[in-house]
């Protein structure tokens, strides 16, 4: 999946952006988005698509499924997000997240970011 576009999830900050109560079971909320983003995709990439859902705190440890890869950051998840986007080189990268200065750092590396809204277009996940 080399050529793929490398989709990485801020879980953090787009569970936090729906008050659905998700502070109450943050590794359930973790586990929901996973599962949505396994099924549904990211709307509006088509394809091929690498989603990399990356995890931080209370939802470490929630595991990968197919379609989706899960990182527990084993400390900052923004700054397991850098590393993973510096990694790619070249491979077209997007990063899901509101955080400004996120989203400040994976600019700088040549990634495109979408905010968290972008998961629930047209019925997406989110």
Avoid: Q
Wanted: charged residues 30%; aromatic residues 2%.
């Amino acid at each position: 999946m080399s050529d793929a576009l490398l989709v990485i999830v801020d879980a953090a900050n787009v569970v936090g952006s729906v008050p659905d109560g998700w502070w109450r079971d943050r590794r359930g909320a973790a586990e929901r988005l996973r599962d949505r983003l396994a099924a549904d995709g990211v709307p509006g990439c088509p394809g091929p698509v690498e989603i990399v859902l990356v995890v931080e705190g209370a939802a470490r440890g929630v595991g990968s499924v197919p379609g989706v890869r899960v990182e527990s950051a084993p400390g900052s998840g923004d700054d397991r997000m850098v590393e993973l986007v510096a990694a790619a080189g070249e491979r077209p990268c997007l990063v899901v997240t509101a955080d400004r200065e996120l989203r400040r750092r994976v600019t700088e590396l040549g990634a495109r970011v979408v905010g968290p809204r972008a998961l629930r277009a047209e019925g997406g996940a989110g």
